[in-house]
């Protein structure tokens, strides 16, 4: 029987540089095209059209809990069409972004009971829990200098603010600190290669190599 694959998420605030560590680490780990990439919300066919939704800032209306529930929605479609099936063709999963940006985001960024969260986060995940978690920590201050540099229009999320952006990134360092065993976090305000080479660490720990 081919042994269960590896599933890794990347989290962080907006502009922290996920995006980029997933490039990278691919190039480096996909010798024999077994490193899966996905993004959240979306991934599938129905997730990506739910995550026009969710990002389209036309739809300032929406309503927190409405909010999580449709992630949960798209979460929940990834996870059983995509997810599981490459886990257990032994592949490697890297996930730009997973459940823990449920409680960051939609818990302390916009209030939600995070026990109400949790319960959403195990329904639509089926308990399925990355093996490690790379948290790319930066300030809201760089990342917003960041995105200005990239000359990006911000989505719907990212035109929250830096308060909201703030309380986001004092979530996550929270989750870091309360399950070590499984959430890793690296200073994204490094250069690119020092970030690189340190979850190039971290992974090759997790799989026990040398």
Known sequence: MRQRGMFISLEGIDACGKSTLIRRLKAVLDAEGEVICVREPGGTKVSEQIRDMLLDVRNHGLLPRAEALLYAAARAQLVDELLLPVLAEGK???????????????????????????????????????????????????????????????????????????????????????????????DASQDEDAVLATALELIKARRGEK
């Open 92 to 186: 490697l999963v890297l996930a730009d972004r997973y459940l823990d940006s449920t409680i960051a985001y939609q818990g302390q960024g916009r209030g939600l009971d995070e026990d109400y969260l949790d319960h959403i986060n195990r329904i639509c995940t089926g308990g399925l829990i990355p093996d490690l978690t790379l948290l790319l920590d930066v300030t809201p201050d760089i990342a917003a200098q960041r995105k200005r540099l990239q000359g990006e229009a911000a989505d719907r999320l990212e035109t929250e603010g830096m308060a909201f952006q703030t309380r986001v990134r004092e979530a996550y360092l929270r989750l870091a600190q309360a399950q070590p065993q499984r959430i890793a976090v690296i």
